[in-house]
């Protein structure tokens, strides 16, 4: 079992970063896949970053450049950091871990919201 809490959100102006943190626990962190999703109001869930437990990440397209994910196993955290924030990043961003051991296990943080405004 994994718990998840997210923190980091806030209410920033265009342009402006941010930089959500994850913290884990209750299992073995260095072994999950981390990952960073978004959902906007009214809109479904959508990946925006992902870093494995071997340090392989992927960015979706919209936020390349802007955005880096990170991860420190010593603290159980994984990071995001967003810079060159748009009004279309304004959405509830959640934490995600995943790992197969015969079966996927895959745990969600409660989300933390990520306002673009000016």
């Known amino acids: 079992q994994v718990q998840l809490v997210e923190s980091g959100g806030g209410l920033v102006q265009p342009g402006g970063s941010l930089r959500l943190s994850c913290t884990a626990s209750?299992?073995?962190?260095?072994?999950?896949?981390m990952a960073w999703y978004r959902q906007a109001l009214g809109q479904q869930r959508d990946l925006v970053a992902t870093?494995?437990?071997?340090?392989?990440?992927h960015y979706t397209e919209s936020v390349k450049g802007r955005f880096t994910i990170s991860r420190d196993n010593a603290k159980n955290t994984v990071y995001l950091q967003m810079n060159s924030l748009k009004p279309d990043d304004t959405a509830v961003y959640f934490c995600?871990?995943?790992?197969?051991?015969?079966?996927?296990?895959?745990?969600w943080g409660q989300g933390t919201q990520v306002t673009v405004s000016s």
């Open positions: 209750g299992s073995i962190f260095r072994l999950y896949t």
């Open positions: 870093i494995t437990n071997d340090g392989t990440i």
């Open positions: 995600n871990a995943e790992r197969i051991a015969g079966i996927t296990l895959k745990y």
